[in-house]
């Protein structure tokens, strides 16, 4: 990841070992109309599958999404996801961005993010959790008695 450039902080390791990367995208309002936002995108390797995103407007309320990370490292390449989110390539090459559509029950929101410095944070997570190793430390005993009987409470 390149420091230079703009609107783009790497900080590998935030507070709580969680990953995180802030960076200034645009939300696509129309054929000409853009908004400037800023995205902060945090990875916690304690739960590997998702990646967090809050998105912070100027004047505007923080709002956060937790999207699947491998929806967005699909999604850098090629159409990815179904129904509330949704990740696709919209310019390849120099200037590489990625469009990134999220719906609600009551509206929907387009953005358009830059590619090189996501691709690159996203590998850095998978340096961490590789692809297909998410749930290697799952104790499935555990988690089906919980998703059965309810969390055991320790007993006095």
């Given at each position: 990841m390149s420091g230079d450039q703009p609107g783009v902080q790497?900080?590998?390791t935030a507070p709580h070992g969680r990953q995180?990367?802030?960076?200034?995208?645009?939300?696509?309002?129309?054929?000409?109309?853009?908004?400037?936002?800023?995205?902060e995108f945090r990875y916690d390797p304690a739960l590997p599958l998702t990646v967090s995103v809050e998105f912070l407007s100027e004047?505007?309320?923080?709002?956060?999404?937790?999207?699947?990370?491998?929806?967005?490292?699909?999604?850098?390449?090629?159409?990815s996801g179904l129904g509330d989110?949704?990740?696709?390539?919209?310019n390849l090459g120099e200037g590489a961005t990625a469009r990134l559509q999220l719906?609600?029950?009551?509206?929907?929101?387009?953005?358009?993010?830059?590619?090189p410095p996501l691709a690159a944070w996203l590998e850095h997570t998978y340096s961490l959790v590789p692809a297909g190793q998410e749930l290697a430390g799952v104790?499935?005993?555990v988690t089906t008695a919980d998703l059965l009987h309810g969390p055991?409470?320790?007993?006095?």
């Open positions: 790497d900080r590998r995180r990367l802030t960076l200034d995208i645009e939300r696509v309002l129309g054929l000409s109309a853009r908004q400037a936002i800023r995205a004047g505007g309320p923080r709002v956060l999404w937790r999207i699947g990370r491998d929806l967005l490292q699909q999604g850098l390449y090629a159409m989110v949704q990740m696709w390539p919209s719906a609600s029950r009551d509206m929907a929101a387009l953005f358009e993010l830059p590619i104790d499935w005993d055991v409470e320790p007993s006095e």
